[in-house]
Every structure is written in structure tokens, then in C-alpha cells.
């Protein structure tokens, strides 16, 4: 018997320490398996910043290489990737839970209890190697949850670094169509300066009067306002996509394509959204995450009443030597002890409780996750549909419309039906059309990453609202007549 | 080209009177078939076939209308109708007309003729033709409301009367006439003398016109009816320069020419190179005691005015509204004058935001006339025609009398330009040029005598501490 239980302990013994054996910290602090979770969801050949300092090295000189061209929207994504401080702070975390994991699978180390007492005729020396039993019998199992809660730090991981690539793309599109805004607002301004330029050449020669000549002038000063904001706008928006890359220094004066990507031409390349939902609900790592979770809670839940009465075994080898002071007499006393828990009070219903409500609350949050990200799939392709609508009408008639305006605003002018400052006001209401042509086709690459990221990525969280470039056109085409 | 049109538009006509005139299914309806014309051209003037003689007129870009004798009554058949005016080549305008044109045809008759019109409405709306100067039973008259009811569309209403006096008139709706007239409802209404008088002389050539004026939007077709004063094409019988026919006359032809006019305000029409009697108002012949020599003649609003004189001086005379700006097609009113502007290092700016920019009018505005720059679909420019000597800078209510020594009696044919005899022509000095240039007491923008105190800190200049 006794050499069974011998064999039985160290067989668990052996067991446990293959095990903590296992739990080794990865070596490249789960990057990899980040990586791997998002590849599919990332530019081609994106990669996540390395931990490794020479590879980190080579990640510089690349971006230094991406940098002397102008940054398309996927190099931005693939250098904030490589370079973006919050996410190394991120993967560092992840790589810290990841060794954290690794030091709960590692056995509780042994307690070896010294005791010496003495009396008056006896001297005894106390050794005991204790270990606590349930720690190892539960390693397998710890070691799956453990396994788990990795799994879903992963992909927890994994989307944040989508949520990052999504953000960096957003904030390439807003910067690049923000210079767009800006050298239309320089135009518009060079328009109104000439007016207000020829209005005082009138006044001087006595065509205009000073009403007509101020009303002109404070066109120009509108105008000059307004070129302020759009460079303000082009500045901070262009800031945020630095940050968002990495970027300082010299670095920081990369270049940026002049135009947006255009939109697709027509409505048959756009996404279908019949499969959005189904899309959603397969490929969401948010959802695998709170699946995680469940698996998690309701394995935990058979456990959780053992564990709570039986949670504290302890197991106890002494090794006791009496000796007696007058005889020298050695008594030796070899033995084990084993703590057991009397299961009076708690006989682990509250845990067990706990528990069946942990994984009620896991199930509800993940009913209630693919709810939201049913939702947000139908949602986002809404908004995605509705912004290559109002995108493509724009490029389509708006643009054209405005064209048409503008060269028979020209036609008008030669017949000397219009004026000069007419024809001038008329190029600023084109040049606007233009500035609300190009807010539109960037809103339509902004649901476009939303809906990418709500359909295989996470909630995509705020969404820029459609239909503001409507009312900047509104206020900024105030009619100049004369 | 007005020649080679003025014979398809002679051809048309008599073709037209004569189907009219022989048709014996029309005949034995009691209603005369409506001749129609196609053609804005000026016909040949239409001899009488039937009835009493008279010599017909010419009336410029436009048609007599042939009618039909029925039991020693003329009967004519008016239909009022849209249609689309040729104003000018390339420049269509929607207006309501009768029988194929605006204005309708003329209607000539002999004093004391009686006269049967039947008037059919095809206009979407009702309408009325009052016979404007005529002697006529009050019924006749056509007032819509006021001495008959109005002619619904689809109806045809007669009017019968006897042509009492000889003159000039015309015809146009009294049923919202300011929307009829201003889609060009009119047409003109000769009455010859019956018999040789005293103050009604024979003449060679006879022409006659309305002037009538639109509003139609640069690259519109259709006139605003709702325009009061701000017209923008100023025409003789709905046609502008240079798209009206001359007016042609064999030197020492003695020449008539009667004009109405039918526009919103008046129009001092002018001849060169001629005196001209005003012989005849739609009240009658003037008295010769009343008649002085004139080179202008103002027709005011719904006035007639008849003139004669000797075409005796060879040349292409300019005939015209000494109004200027009715001798202009359209034109933006509001644009500014641009005059003396110095655009020195702005034109390549603007052009850098409107390539298709080029500077205008900071000489002036005759420019315009030679620049040819495209304009908007269907519009006239404000000012073309080229003359032998180079752009002619006009538009609207101009044309021209060319006076020739070989022409036959019934050419109505354009001669082309006139040849001058040698050293006629102005010509340009080319002796010693002026010393030094003239100063100029005043720079533009400053009044003269002005004081030339000015408020600190408003001027650049240096002598605000004086």
C-alpha cells in the first residue's frame, strides 16, 4: 500500500513537473500568435514590431526605405505596426501576462518545516516536506484555463492591433484628404484675394464704390479665415497619423500621396452585404474571445465545489528525530500527514453558485457581444453602402453638375452676361464642390475600415457620422451676386 | 446668304398663295385654308392676283398673307399659334405667332375692301386680335371681355369689316396681351389707297416692320412674360443684326418705309445719309403743312410711323434705334465697367483658377464684337456682324439701306457691300504724328478741384505732415 501511494505521489509528482516543464514563457512574448490571428485582417507583409533588438533594427531601416516615398494607407498601417510605441506597450503586456501564466503552472514550491524543541529530557528535531496536493493533482486543469485566458489575452491582443491598423488607417485618410481640403481652400482664397485684389484696382479708378469694394474685401477676409482652418485641419490631422505611425523628427515630413484611393466605380464591386451578419458572427475575435471565456467559466464550473472544500489539501512528509538528552537515545519517526478540510460549513454551494452565475454572465455577454456585433455588421454595411451612395453621386453628378455650372458660368462671362468677380465667386462654389466631393469619398474609406473591422475584427466602436461635408458645403457656398 | 434666302423665301410664298388660292376643297368648306411659312426670310412682295390693284409692300423678314375672294369679300384666315422664331441664325426663340411666324403675316388690303378674318386659337390659352388703328364696328374691335368674348382654344371667331382708310396699322390679342405680345403676338396691316391722292405719294420701294422687344435668358428659348422694362433683344419684326435683311433701293427711288412699334418703350428711328418726312402716322396721312424734315423719327409705344424720302446718295446707310443699347444684343446689365482697370499680374492668376478666363472690357467693350468667344447654346452675342471694313460691333434693331445706281424695279436682292469711289473713305493720317502726348489735367478716380486732403494713416503716401 504504502509503495503504491509512494508511486501514485511520485507519478504525480513526475507529472506535474513535465507539465511545469510546459509552461515555459514563450519566447517571442505571443507576437506570433498575433500575428498569425490577424495576418488575414492586415496589409500584405504586415508585420508586428519584433522584441528582438535586431530585428527591430531592420524594422527601421525598412520604414526609413517606406518613408522616402510617399505613404500609401497600407504603409502607414504596416509602419505604425512596426513602430507605434502603444502597441509595443501592448505586446509587451501581453508578453508579461504570457510569463505570468507561466509562473502559475510552476508548482508551488515545497515547504520544508524545521522545528527543533527541547524539553528536559528529550531534544527533537522536526523536518517536514510539505506540498499542497491540490495544486498539483490540478495542474492539467489549471493548465488548460490558463491555456485559455492566453488564448483570449491573444486575442484580446489581436484587437487591439486591428483597432490600431483601423485607426492609422483612418487617420492616413483624414490627413490625406485634409491636404486635399487644404489646397482647395488655398485656391478658393486665391480666388477671393484676386477679387478683392480687382475690387481695389476698381475703387481706384473710380468703377467701384466703397460698399462694392468692401463687399468684396470681406469676402477675401472669409476666405483668408477659412484657409487658417483648413491648415489648422491639414496640420492636426496629418499630427495624429505621425503619432499614429511612430513617427517624429525628420521623420515626421513624409509625404503623403495627393489624392484619395478613388472609389469603386460601381455598385457590383462594392461588398455585398447579404453575408454580413453570418461574416460577423465566424470571423469576430471578440466573439472567439468571450467563447473563451465561456469555455473557460464552465469548466471551471465542475471544479469550482471540489476546489472550494477541497481546495486547501495539503500533503505533509516529516521526518522526525527525538533524541533523548540523558541516553542519546535516537527515536526516529518517519510519517505523512494530509490536511483535509471538513467540509461543514462550506460545503462549496456558494462557489458552485458563483460560478454557474460567472458562466451565466459569460453566456450572457457573448449573447449579447454577437447581438451588438450583428448590429454593428448590418450597420456599418449600411453606412459603407449609404457613403459609396453619396460618394459616387458626388463623383458621378455633383462633380459633373458643378463642372457644368462652372464652364457655363465662363460661357456667361464671355457673353458679358456675368463679371469677373462673378466667374471668381463661381470657381470658389466649384472648389468647394470639390472639397465636399473628396469629405465624401473619405467618409466612404472611413465605413469602409469600420465595416472591415466590424465583420472580421471587433466593434469598431464611434463611427465618423455621414453627411458632414453636406453641411460644410452648405455654409461655405454663400452665393456672391452682384 | 440673304440673297440665296430671299429667293427660297419667295419661292415658299407664292407656292403657299397659290395652294391657298386654288384648293376647291377648302373652297367648298366654308372655311380658307391657312397659308403658312416655314421661313423667317424676307418675301418677295405678293402682287395681287384678284381685286383691286395695288403696289404691295416688302415686309423685312417676313410675309403678306394671301387671301381668298369670296362673293367680293377678302377672307383670310388668321390661326394663332406657338411656333419657333429663327431671331438670327443659330439663335431659336419659343414664341406665339400666327400662321408659322411671329409676327404673323402682314395683311393687305385695298381702302374700302371688305374684309372677313376668320381667327383660330391654337394657343393653349384664350386669346382676341384687336385691329389696331382700324375704323370698324365696336364689335370687331377685339377686346376680349370688353366688346366680345375671348376665343377659347380650338375656336375660330370671324371679324368682317370694311377697310375705311388707307394707312398703316397692325394687329395684335387684347386677351393677356402683355403675355401674348411679349411672346410676340402682331402683325402688320397695310390698307393701299383706293385712289391716287394728294398726300399719299406713289413710291418705288415700300418696306414695312414692327419693332418688338424679348427678354429670353442666354441659352434659354423661351421670352420671360413677366419682364417689364429689362428687355434683352431688341428686334425689327422679331429679327436682330445681322440677321436682317437690307433694305435695298435703286439710287433716286423714292422710298417708304413704315414702322410700328409694339415694344415698352420708344425707339427714335434713325436713316443716314438721308432726310426723311414723317408722311404718314396709323391716324392717317400728314398733312403736307405738317410734315418737316427729319433724319430720327421716335415711334413711341403702339405707334406707327410712316416716312419717305429720295434714296438719292449711293452707299450702305445705317438704319437704326438711336437708342444704342437696343443696336446690342444681350448683355448682363449688372456687370461692371471695367474700363481703365489695370489688370497688370492678375489675368495669369485668374487664369491659373479659370483656365478658360480672358480679360474683357477693360478698354471698352468693342472688343466683344471681334473676340468670337463661345457663349452659351442659343444665344446672340451682344454685338456681331462684320461690315467690309471689319467688325461692325452692333446687334439688335440695326440693318441697313443700300442705295445702288444699277438695280432693277423688283430687285429685292442684297447688292452686297458697297463699292466707293476712290478716295471716299476715310483714311487714316500718316503725315507727322503729334508732337507729344496730350497731358491729362485729371487721373482717373480723382474728381477735379477735389481737395486732395486726406485722413492720417489712410494714404501710403509721404506728405501726410504737410
Known sequence: MNTRRITTTLSALTAALVLAGCASVASDGLRGDVQQQTQSRLPKDAQLASANADARKEAQDRIADWLKQPVDQDTAVRIALLNNPDLHAQLAELAAQDAERAQ??????PTLTLGRFTNGHEREIERQLGFNLVNVITLPWRSRWLGWQMERATLQASQNVLLM????????????????????????????????????????????????????????????????RARLAAAT?????????????????????????????????????????????????????????LDTTADRGGWAGVGAVFGDIGATYSNNRSTDRETGHVEKTRGWELDLPLPIFDWGGSASARTRAEVRRSAALLQSTALRARGEARTSWSRYRTAWDLAHQQQAEVLPLAKLVQDETVLRYNGMFDSVWQLLAQARATTQAVVNATNAQRDFWLAETDLQLALTGTSPGETAALGSSASNAASNTNEQGH | MQRRNFFKGAATAVTTAVAAASVSRVAMAALPEPASQSSADTAAPLVPPNGRPYRPVVTLNGWTTPWRMSNGVKEFHLVAEPVVREVAPGFSVNMWGYNGQSPGPTIEVVEGDRVRIYVTNRLPEHTTIHWHGQRLPNGMDGVGGLTQPHIAPGKTFVYEFVARRPGTFMYHPHADEMAQMAMGMMGLWITHPKAASPLIAHVDRDYAFLLSAYDVEPGAMTPRVNEMTDFNIWTFNSRVFPAITPLVAKQNDRVRIRVGNLTMTNHPI??????????????GPVPRSARWPEVTTDVAVGQMRQVEFIADELGDWALHCHKSHHTMGAMGHDVPTMIGVDHRGLVSKIQKIVPDYMLMG????????????????????????????????????FTTLKVRAQLGANDYRDPGWFKHPKDTVAWEWTGKPLGADAPRQTPPGSASGAPSVRKPGTDSGHDQHH
Do not use: C
Not at chain 1, 192 to 199: I, K, P, S, V
Not at chain 2, 270 to 283: A, K, L, R, Y
Open chain 1, 104 to 109: 502559475a503552472l510552476t508548482l508551488i514550491n
Open chain 1, 165 to 228: 491598423a483601423a485607426e492609422t488607417r483612418r487617420a492616413w485618410l483624414r490627413a490625406v484628404a485634409s491636404e486635399q481640403s487644404l489646397a482647395a481652400a488655398v485656391k478658393m482664397n486665391d480666388a477671393a484675394q484676386l477679387g478683392a485684389e480687382l475690387a481695389r484696382r476698381m475703387a481706384q479708378v473710380g468703377n467701384f464704390n466703397k460698399l462694392q469694394q468692401a463687399r468684396e474685401l470681406s469676402i477675401a477676409q472669409e476666405s483668408a479665415a477659412q484657409l487658417a
Open chain 1, 237 to 293: 490631422d496629418r499630427e495624429q497619423l505621425s503619432r499614429m505611425m511612430g513617427l517624429w523628427g525628420t521623420q515626421a515630413a513624409f509625404q503623403l500621396p495627393a489624392q484619395l484611393p478613388a472609389i469603386p466605380r460601381s455598385a457590383g464591386e462594392l461588398r455585398s452585404g447579404d453575408d454580413a451578419e453570418a461574416t460577423a458572427l465566424r470571423e469576430r475575435l471578440d466573439l472567439r474571445a468571450l467563447r473563451r471565456d
Open chain 2, 270 to 283: 434713325h436713316i443716314h445719309g438721308h432726310e426723311f418726312e414723317v408722311t404718314g402716322t396709323d391716324g
Open chain 2, 362 to 397: 477693360e478698354r471698352g467693350m468693342g472688343d466683344m464684337g471681334s473676340m468670337e468667344m463661345p457663349l452659351p447654346d442659343n444665344t446672340f452675342p451682344m454685338m456681331s456682324g462684320t461690315g467690309p471694313f471689319g467688325s461692325l460691333e452692333m446687334g439688335g434693331m
